[in-house]
């Protein structure tokens, strides 16, 4: 059981728009701890997507962008390409495992 | 570009040692924090736990009777012993810079590639 919860799957088709959520706790994400996302294509290690609830990296497209509120975070890609099938995974640290970090359980998008 | 290159043994007897080493390249190790991160086939990310590059650690509480992580500045290497192993243990290593609660390093913002570790006898 994952200390931040985030829906199994999550499917749309190109062009359209979905979000993943991230579901936490007064202890992490409601506790003031920024979240992060990452991307893990097939095969391949985690990259990061969003960092510090909203900010991209240099190469992450405009498409994708982040949110934060109470004790939750989400996720949003708009504009879905057939590239963004990938298992996306949240990420943040908890007061009450004395600042460990910890990441939801990943969320499998699939494009139809 | 920060590399970061994983490598051990690939396959460790049930209740011996899991050792691993992450070199870093194009950069270096100073003023940052490492992290290992593991992923059992087909599941999710389990942060193990991250070493500051002077040496202070902090492990995840369910690993923190196996887990030891160790760094090297002269060889810009990060190592990770994990003892006791079960096949609970079996997953996909990652080396990542970062992941640690502190402003500007609480993300991983380079990874290795990963190298896979099975339990077995």
């Known amino acids: 059981q994952s200390v931040l919860t985030q829906p199994p799957s999550v499917s749309g088709a190109p062009g359209q728009r979905v979000t993943i959520s991230c579901t936490g706790s007064?202890?992490?994400?409601?506790?003031?701890?920024?979240v992060h996302w990452y991307q893990q294509l097939p095969g391949t290690a985690p990259k990061l997507l969003i960092y510090?609830?909203?900010n991209r990296p240099s190469g992450v497209p405009d498409r994708f962008s982040g949110s934060k509120s109470g004790t939750s975070a989400s996720l949003a890609i708009s504009g879905l390409q057939p590239e963004d099938e990938a298992d996306y995974y949240c990420q943040s640290y908890d007061s009450s495992l004395s600042g460990s970090g910890v990441f939801g359980g990943g969320t499998k998008l699939t494009v139809l | 570009q920060v590399q970061l290159q994983e490598s051990g043994p690939g396959l460790v007897k049930p209740s011996e040692t899991l050792s691993l080493i992450c070199t870093v390249s194009g950069g270096s190790i100073s003023h940052y924090y490492w992290s290992w991160i593991r992923q059992p086939p087909g599941k999710g990310l389990e942060w193990i736990g991250y070493?500051?590059?002077?040496?202070?650690?902090k492990y995840n509480p369910s690993l923190k009777r196996q887990v030891t992580i160790s760094v090297d500045t002269s060889k810009n290497q990060i190592s990770l012993r994990l003892t006791s192993v079960t096949a609970a243990d079996t997953a996909v290593y990652y080396c990542v810079r970062g992941v640690a609660p502190y402003s500007g390093y609480d993300r991983g913002d380079y990874w290795g590639q990963g190298t896979l570790v099975t339990v077995s006898s």
């Open positions: 007064s202890s992490n994400i409601g506790a003031g701890y920024d």
């Open positions: 070493i500051y590059h002077r040496g202070s650690t």
């Open positions: 510090g609830n909203s």
